[in-house]
């Protein structure tokens, strides 16, 4: 099993990032794939999650309105597009994928909102 997170990076205050991670090794297309994050000295935390045919998504309070979650099961993978990003949202983001055997999780990662 893999999950590669990518498109991290250093961006400005009220900036915007795509994340994408690319999933093997499993049934991506039966799993729920949500996205967490972690600052430094926190805990990880949900940012989003979306069901397995894509037909629901939920999303932390503090990113509604700002973040998409979305999904494509023809090419494994699942993106999570940040707006108006914030300071206090630099962390790293990580991947996760959740089946009926267990979770796995990607290595993740960084994104640095900065002036």
């Known amino acids: 099993v893999q999950l590669v997170e990518s498109g991290g990076g250093l961006v400005q205050p009220g900036g915007s990032l795509r994340l994408s991670c690319a999933a093997s090794?499993?049934?991506?297309?039966?799993?729920?794939m949500s996205w967490y994050r972690q600052a430094p000295g926190k805990e990880r935390e949900l940012v989003a999650t979306?069901?397995?045919?894509?037909?629901?998504?939920d999303y932390a309070e503090s990113v509604k309105g700002r973040f998409t979650i979305s999904r494509d099961n023809a090419k494994n993978t699942v993106a999570l597009q940040t707006n108006n990003l914030k300071p206090e949202e630099t962390a790293v983001y990580y991947c996760?994928?959740?089946?009926?055997?267990?979770?796995?999780w990607g290595q993740g990662t960084q994104v640095t909102v900065s002036s």
């Open positions: 979306i069901t397995s045919a894509g037909g629901n998504t």
């Open positions: 996760n994928a959740l089946t009926i055997a267990k979770a796995y």
């Open positions: 090794g499993f049934t991506f297309s039966r799993s729920v």
